[in-house]
């Protein structure tokens, strides 16, 4: 479990993260999102000690990072991949970091097994590219078995193959009870692995909910009504008391109502309909919808 308490942290006159609150429960892929400049980095700084918050703390399992004797084996995290000493090997990598926290040195070849790297644990990191250096990043955060895992971006780098393979493993560790928070730009990726949705922009919460809640909440869903009397059928619509939007193309959007309803309500009519389908926002859509008043940088109108 890990706790945001009220957290703040002020860098000279900027306000990087404003009275922030929030808690990721174990059992569960959370998704941390938010547009650049939002704080996202900042929070997971202080959840792992490296940023002193102004006022506020973060507690995991009920103690501050500081406060852990052995940190590898109660909390993993990647945050930046490509920040190893190009001398070591990877295996020696991996080795200081077990000496460091009494981790025994067998888990150092599990882990490079685990990842996919154990055939390249005797290369130096200086030659890997930035997909290897993720995956012994995620080596790293794996390393001490621990019950809370942190990743940023951990897909960053990985090629198909890569990115299926991270994806199942967060699941799989979800599903063994532990702590998983994953922050990624990447809206597609966490429409696909993430079970709760952590959501900041300038440094405050927006949003913390389920995937499906947080789609349904900031996104507009309608049943697409495709037919050649689209007159008949919104006379339908609206005697019906469901209301009838002019879409793209001439098609008929009916807002709150299901498909079922909209099907049964043609036929008693007799209107020929040639598609009838739900259309819901996608994670992407639903995010810019709520973050479009909290980004720090937009792109400007096309330059002609």
Do not use: C
Not at 67 to 76: A, D, I
Request: glycine share 10%; hydrophobic share 40%.
């Amino acid at each position: 479990m890990i706790e945001v308490q009220e957290l703040t942290k002020r860098y000279g006159t900027t306000l990087a993260v404003d009275r922030l609150s929030f808690a990721v429960a174990p059992g569960r892929v959370t998704g941390f999102l938010g547009p650049n400049g939002s704080g996202k980095s900042t929070t997971m700084r202080a959840m792992l000690g490296l940023d002193h918050p102004t006022s506020g703390r973060v507690l995991i399992d009920g103690r501050t990072y500081g406060q852990l004797s052995h940190p590898l084996r109660k909390v993993g995290a990647l945050l930046e991949a490509k920040a190893l000493h190009g001398g070591r090997t990877a295996h020696a990598h991996l080795l200081g970091l077990a000496r460091s926290n009494r981790i025994p040195a067998q888990r150092v070849d599990e882990v490079l097994e685990t990842v996919g790297l154990g055939s390249a644990a005797g290369k130096h990191t200086e030659g890997y590219s930035l997909g290897m250096a993720q995956r012994l990043g995620v080596a790293a955060a794996l390393l001490g078995d621990p019950p809370v895992l942190l990743l940023d971006e951990p897909v960053n780098g990985l090629d198909p193959e890569g990115i299926l393979w991270i994806r199942g493993l967060m699941k799989k560790l979800a599903a063994e009870g532990r702590t998983v928070f994953v922050s990624s730009h990447l809206m597609s990726e966490m429409a696909l692995t993430a079970d709760h949705l952590i959501v900041i922009g300038q440094g405050k919460l927006l949003a913390d909910t389920s995937v499906e809640q947080f789609i349904a909440h900031n996104s507009r869903s309608y049943i697409l009504i495709r037919t050649p009397d689209p007159e008949r059928m919104r006379d339908a619509l609206t005697a019906a008391g469901i209301r009838a939007d002019d879409g793209p193309d001439g098609v008929l959007e009916a807002v709150g109502a299901s498909v079922e309803a909209v099907g049964e309500l043609a036929a008693r009519n007799r209107v020929t309909v040639h598609e009838i389908s739900p259309r819901t926002a996608s994670l992407e859509e639903a995010f810019m919808q709520l973050t479009a008043d909290a980004a720090e940088y937009r792109a400007g109108k096309e330059v002609r």
